[in-house]
């Protein structure tokens, strides 16, 4: 059984810090290419970041680019997302998904090409 859990959200002050965590278990981590999209009140689920298979390449959305730093450990087969210089803007949950990728791949972006989904965890930034 597939399962990716989220953990490290909260609630922080403006220009604050959290790492997220995404631990998962039952998948072939090592061929995913991982990601993080989030989803605020009242808007759609959007693309944050991925990483390759190897975590030799990233991608960012430009809202998040030059403050979130995404990360693997293919020994713990965990993700990370370190989010620096937090804005209001940022509240949303946050979701980690997991796509299995063709060797063709090494990362994708696009919600309908990953195919495992955590349960999310929830980020409020206050001003």
């Known amino acids: 059984q597939v399962q990716l859990v989220e953990s490290g959200g909260g609630l922080v002050q403006a220009g604050g810090s959290l790492r997220l965590s995404c631990a998962t278990s039952?998948?072939?981590?090592?061929?995913?290419?991982m990601g993080w999209f989030r989803q605020a009140p009242g808007k759609e689920r959007e693309f944050v970041a991925a990483?390759?298979?190897?975590?030799?390449?990233?991608n960012y959305a430009d809202s998040v680019k030059g403050r979130f730093t995404i990360s693997r450990d293919n020994a713990k087969n965990t993700v990370y997302l370190q989010m620096n210089s937090l804005k209001p803007e940022d509240t949303a949950v946050y979701y980690c998904?997991?796509?299995?990728?063709?060797?063709?791949?090494?990362?994708?972006?696009?919600?309908?090409?990953?195919?495992?989904w955590g349960q999310g965890t929830q980020v409020t930034v206050s001003s």
């Open positions: 998904a997991a796509a299995r990728l063709p060797p063709s791949l090494t990362m994708v972006t696009m919600e309908r090409q990953y195919n495992y």
């Open positions: 039952g998948l072939p981590f090592v061929i995913c290419g």
């Open positions: 990483i390759s298979r190897s975590g030799g390449a990233t």
